[in-house]
């Protein structure tokens, strides 16, 4: 089995909302710093939001600037999951969305690829009319 599962992307207009959902079998993501990352094709993968460790850090989040204000990342521990909320959806959101853990305990969280060492499998998300 993959350690993370990404579901919830679709077809959304502009100014609509989507919910991503981030769930995991094998691990306890409340432990783990979990960040969200997108990759539109052409372009490099990049950093949306992160929530550090809840155990902790005080699930700390960050939010790239193209992002913040619309999006929300949040978890829920009883059902093991961490979503990503996105309101007022632009266009330029559309990409393939990933979640990833630092599976160190207690980690922090950064918007880097480097930061992190499983991901998902990626679930599609596109922003039209």
């Known amino acids: 089995q993959v350690p993370l599962v990404e579901s919830g992307g679709g077809l959304v207009q502009p100014g609509g909302s989507l919910r991503l959902s981030c769930a995991a079998s094998?691990?306890?993501?409340?432990?783990?710093?979990i960040g969200w990352f997108r990759q539109a094709p052409g372009k490099e993968r990049e950093g949306v939001s992160c929530?550090?460790?809840?155990?902790?850090?005080?699930?700390?989040?960050t939010y790239a600037d193209a992002v913040k204000g619309r999006f929300i990342i949040s978890r829920d521990s009883a059902k093991n999951t961490v979503y990503l909320q996105m309101n007022n959806m632009k266009p330029e959101d559309t990409a393939v969305y990933y979640c990833?853990?630092?599976?160190?305990?207690?980690?922090?969280?950064?918007?880097?690829?480097?930061?992190?060492?499983?991901w998902g499998q990626g679930t599609q998300v596109t922003v039209s009319s």
């Open positions: 990833a853990a630092n599976t160190n305990l207690f980690s922090s969280c950064v918007l880097s690829r480097s930061g992190y060492n499983m």
């Open positions: 094998q691990y306890t993501l409340d432990h783990y710093a």
């Open positions: 929530g550090s460790s809840i155990v902790i850090n005080d699930g700390g989040t």
